[in-house]
């Protein structure tokens, strides 16, 4: 059974910083895309990052220059380091995973999806 189990949300003050995880198992995530969306109540999900199997890239531009994405391919985990946030972070990040070669921003092309983690930004 396939999994993704995210970690590392909660409550931060606005310019604080989080670090989410995503441990995925039940395959194998080789050659794997795997990318973090977020999505606030009563608003369409939206991209947040992505990381290639190989290191390549992509984040929103909301995001750019606060957040990292990074991960361990050895242990299938991924991580979101997320630097100067904002109450407009505040949202549900989900991990997913895509079979795409490249870091897609595509909803559409991940295949499996965690839970999520809730990530509060307070003002």
């Known amino acids: 059974q396939v999994q993704l189990v995210e970690s590392g949300g909660g409550l931060v003050q606005a310019g604080g910083s989080l670090r989410l995880s995503c441990a995925a198992s039940g395959r194998t995530f080789t050659g794997y895309t795997m990318g973090w969306f977020r999505q606030v109540p009563g608003k369409e999900r939206e991209f947040v990052a992505a990381i290639s199997w190989i290191g390549g890239n992509n984040f929103a531009d909301s995001v750019k220059g606060r957040f990292t994405i990074s991960r361990d391919n050895p242990k299938n985990t991924v991580y979101l380091q997320m630097n100067s946030l904002k109450p407009e972070d505040t949202a549900v990040y989900y991990c997913?995973?895509?079979?795409?070669?490249?870091?897609?921003?595509?909803?559409?092309?991940?295949?499996?999806w965690g839970q999520g983690t809730q990530v509060t930004v307070s003002s």
């Open positions: 997913a995973a895509s079979p795409s070669f490249v870091a897609t921003m595509s909803g559409s092309e991940y295949s499996y």
